[in-house]
């Protein structure tokens, strides 16, 4: 019996997030597969004083908990799948690389591409270039400014 598919899907609150989860959601339901919702939080800045830091990193972390959430309950209504989630803190390329290694029922890593962006292409690109040295699964692109309607016809 073939394994199934697990996307592992990492958001932020941009619309590009919103888009690849739903194209992700689409494409495991039809497989019969799952969604992982991964969220990265950037370290905070040591140079500020410990307790400004250790604000900042609980502010984060709320906002992070409103935006897995709010994509939680949006994986439910596109496709009826409740995604597992994953909070972590870290630089984001190696926290996505992480969370993959760790998983080894990960078999898609998918990104929403969002069309204007300062640095755009930056982490996918760090990412193409790690991914067959530690990591062999695909890389998944999906365009922020997709439809609905295109995804369901994509899918």
Not at 24 to 30: D, E, I, L, T
Not at 59 to 88: C, D, H, M, N, W
Not at 127 to 147: C, E, I, S, Y
């Given at each position: 019996?073939?394994?199934?598919?697990?996307?592992?899907?990492?958001?932020?609150?941009?619309?590009?997030?919103?888009?690849?989860?739903?194209?992700?959601?689409?494409?495991?339901?039809?497989?019969?597969?799952?969604?992982?919702?991964?969220?990265?939080?950037p370290?905070?800045?040591?140079?500020?004083?410990?307790?400004?830091?250790?604000?900042?990193r609980?502010?984060?972390?709320?906002?992070?908990?409103?935006?897995?959430?709010?994509?939680?309950?949006?994986?439910?209504?596109?496709?009826?799948?409740?995604?597992?989630?994953?909070?972590?803190?870290?630089?984001?390329?190696?926290?996505?690389?992480?969370?993959?290694?760790?998983?080894?029922?990960?078999?898609?890593?998918?990104?929403?591409?969002?069309?204007?962006?300062?640095?755009?292409?930056?982490?996918?690109?760090?990412?193409?270039?790690?991914?067959?040295?530690?990591?062999?699964?695909?890389?998944?692109?999906?365009p922020?400014?997709?439809?609905?309607?295109?995804?369901?016809?994509?899918?």
């Amino acid at each position: 019996m073939p394994k199934s598919v697990k996307y592992l899907i990492c958001v932020d609150k941009s619309e590009a997030s919103r888009v690849a989860l739903y194209f992700a959601c689409k494409k495991a339901v039809k497989s019969g597969g799952s969604v992982e919702i991964l969220h990265v939080i950037p370290p905070a800045d040591m140079q500020n004083l410990f307790g400004v830091a250790d604000k900042m990193r609980e502010e984060q972390r709320q906002e992070a908990e409103i935006v897995v959430k709010s994509l939680s309950e949006s994986a439910f209504q596109y496709a009826g799948l409740t995604p597992t989630v994953q909070i972590r803190e870290g630089t984001l390329g190696e926290e996505i690389i992480n969370a993959a290694l760790k998983d080894n029922d990960v078999n898609i890593l998918v990104l929403g591409a969002s069309p204007e962006s300062a640095g755009r292409g930056k982490l996918i690109k760090w990412l193409a270039a790690r991914l067959g040295d530690r990591l062999l699964v695909p890389l998944m692109l999906v365009p922020g400014n997709l439809t609905d309607l295109q995804i369901d016809e994509l899918s």
